[in-house]
């Protein structure tokens, strides 16, 4: 099993330009979240979805969309970045519920100009 | 909201002294206590966790306490080694959120050989 695994690895983009970052997992998890990881901030929520087709905010969701078509995947939009949002993305999954083992991916390091 | 305070941010330890790390949190509702490591360049990964029915939990090296009343737990690893070298993050479960965890902001600990 590959866990749970991010795509891309590192990313530059300007200021304005939208991305998408992709989360996989294999583990049949039903929870899976987004997470934001700044120097001497610890990790906060952006979002999270509780199952295939259901998303919730988190802790810091704006400038921030996402969406869960399918079970194994959860997608984290930018729609116009900013260099605020710079920063280092991590996604997990969890099996049954919130207060579980989260299991991260590798994540995604952000460079917005 | 809830407040997770982690102390302290940065810890250096001889190999083979033990290393305490301590968390505060302000819900009182927070019934769901889990530690991350993160290694250098790496995803954070699950190393204990607890639960608010518990008071205390051990793991070989690693055991983390919980006062309840006083609203803090801490993480203790004895016998430390270069390997515990990383940064550990505390985590609660907040009914603001849903359940969802609010992170410290971690503390870096090395542990010199």
């Known amino acids: 099993n590959a866990g749970v695994t991010q795509t891309p690895k590192f990313r530059v983009l300007k200021t304005g330009q939208s991305m998408t970052l992709l989360c996989a997992q294999d583990m049949n998890h039903e929870y899976m979240y987004w997470y934001r990881q700044d120097p001497g901030m610890g990790l906060r929520l952006i979002h999270y979805s509780v199952g295939e087709g259901t998303t919730a905010k988190g802790e810091v969701p704006d400038g921030y969309n996402v969406s869960r078509l399918k079970k194994q995947n959860f997608l984290l939009g930018l729609e116009s970045a900013a260099p605020s949002q710079t920063s280092v993305y991590f996604c997990a999954s969890s099996y049954e519920r919130l207060q579980e083992t989260q299991y991260f991916g590798p994540g995604t390091r952000l460079l917005v100009l | 909201g809830e407040n997770v305070e982690q102390h302290p941010s940065t810890l250096s330890v001889q190999e083979g002294d033990s290393a305490v790390i301590k968390c505060t949190y302000s819900?009182?509702?927070?019934?769901?206590f889990p530690w991350y490591k993160q290694e250098l360049g790496k995803r954070p990964q699950l190393i204990i966790d607890?639960?608010?029915?518990?008071g205390e939990k051990k793991d070989q090296r690693i055991a983390v306490t919980l006062n309840k009343t006083a609203k803090h737990f801490s993480l203790h690893i004895t016998e430390t080694q270069p390997e515990d070298s990383a940064v550990y993050f505390c985590a609660a479960s907040w009914r603001g959120s849903q359940g969802n965890l609010i992170f410290g902001k971690g503390t870096k600990l090395s542990v010199k050989p």
């Open positions: 819900d009182s509702a927070s019934n769901y």
């Open positions: 607890i639960r608010s029915n518990v």
